[in-house]
């Protein structure tokens, strides 16, 4: 928590990115490829954890686990398209931006009160319109197909009753 001048925190909230980065995955994202340069100061690390996530590791990329990591990204992908796709059939999509992530960004007429009405029913998006060229903006993360055709319904049900 920081404490600042309301002007001024607005100030500086323009220009920061939207989302922060933990001090561990600064260190590691600045650290050395190599295991043995792996150090983080501010962390106790024992040995047996060092281990553990080791064998964690190396359990990841298994043959068994790197199919199944494949096979999650394609469903991902294709569920992707059809999110985009849906949501270029609804009323008040203005646009939605392309994308090689597991998220969709949209722009919507009454961007809020959507985000809003879905949140509310439980359906967890991410509203963007106050970063900078994200006016009207909800980013949503693609899930299963069954969680994706709720978040699709939420919003479909939004411009059938009339709200936006």
Do not use: H, W
């Not at 928590?1 to 561990?24: C, F, G, Q, T, W």
């Not at 047996?48 to 298994?62: G, H, N």
């Not at 007429?109 to 009405?117: D, G, H, P, R, T």
């Amino acid at each position: 928590m920081s404490i600042a001048d309301i002007e001024v925190a607005k100030v500086l909230n323009k220009v920061r990115a939207p989302y922060s980065i933990s001090k561990i995955t600064s260190q590691i994202g600045k650290r050395d490829s190599a295991v043995s340069q792996f150090v983080l100061p501010e962390l106790i690390c024992s040995p047996l954890l060092l281990a553990c996530f080791s064998l964690a590791a190396l359990q990841a990329f298994s043959p068994e686990n790197i199919e199944k990591m494949r096979k999650t990204a394609e469903v991902i992908k294709s569920e992707r398209d059809k999110v985009m796709e849906a949501l270029k059939g609804i009323k008040g999509v203005k646009k939605v931006f392309p994308s090689d992530t597991n998220f969709v960004m949209f722009r919507i007429e009454n961007s809020f009160a959507v985000y809003k009405a879905v949140a509310d029913s439980g359906v967890v998006s991410r509203f963007r319109g106050t970063e900078i060229n994200c006016e009207e903006c909800i980013r949503v993360t693609i899930g299963t197909p069954e969680e994706n055709e709720a978040y699709l319904a939420k919003v479909r049900k939004m411009v059938e009753e009339g709200k936006l």
